[in-house]
């Protein structure tokens, strides 16, 4: 059984010990909003645990066969275990009354960011829907609307079923409307202005 979150300092009762004297504080640490704050500790326990079960036979994979992975790379996840943990012991709270709010603007942001990056490398902004000519992309875009989806669905929780579904159709809005405001915001416009030839005939190509 669960306990109900009712603000940002149910996750931090060690701040809040009582103290008889306002001198000596008695130290009664308890979680207040069990198991959430618990259950991603235990997820990172055993994930920490299972990677170093898997360590000894994953690198010497990767050397044998030279994929484009590093040993390194698994040996980085050492490192980062501690980091996220800690991370998260601080900024649960924080996290868990701003997930919605962050499940909209991640998608938004790493959507303008790859999409133009795309565009940039690859296709240029002369004709920016080719990007849709790209499985890769597809795949991206996919993930990105159903994040949004889960985004809109989660902050629109209190409202009617009916209201929460005519919100669904949003998450079409930024794949359509992107393309159309890159155009615009193509770095051939300023270079030009800059009268920059060399670099505006890089996004040409």
């Not at 999409?115 to 920016?128: E, I």
Request: net charge neutral; glycine share 2%.
């Amino acid at each position: 059984m669960s306990c109900r979150v009712n603000q940002v300092s149910d996750f931090y009762p060690i701040f809040y010990d009582p103290s008889q004297d306002y001198v000596h504080r008695i130290d009664c640490v308890y979680e207040v909003v069990y198991p959430l704050y618990r259950m991603p500790f235990i997820f990172f326990g055993f994930s920490f645990l299972l990677h170093l079960l898997f360590l000894p036979i994953t690198v010497p994979l990767i050397v044998r066969f030279r994929t484009s992975l590093r040993p390194l790379t698994e040996f980085a996840w050492l490192i980062a275990f501690p980091v996220i943990v800690v991370l998260y012991a601080v900024f649960a709270g924080l996290l868990y009354f701003a997930f919605d709010y962050l499940m909209i603007i991640a998608p938004l942001g790493s959507f303008a960011i790859i999409s133009t990056a795309s565009q940039l490398t690859k296709y240029g902004f002369k004709n920016p829907f080719k990007l849709y000519t790209s499985v890769e992309y597809w795949f991206f875009t996919v993930a990105s609307m159903l994040y949004l989806a889960f985004g809109i669905l989660s902050l629109t929780e209190a409202g009617s079923i009916s209201f929460r579904a005519k919100l669904v159709p949003l998450i079409l809005v930024p794949p359509i409307l992107h393309p159309v405001l890159s155009f615009f915001a193509s770095p051939q416009l300023y270079l030009s202005s800059w009268a920059l030839e060399s670099y505006r005939n890089f996004y040409d190509n």
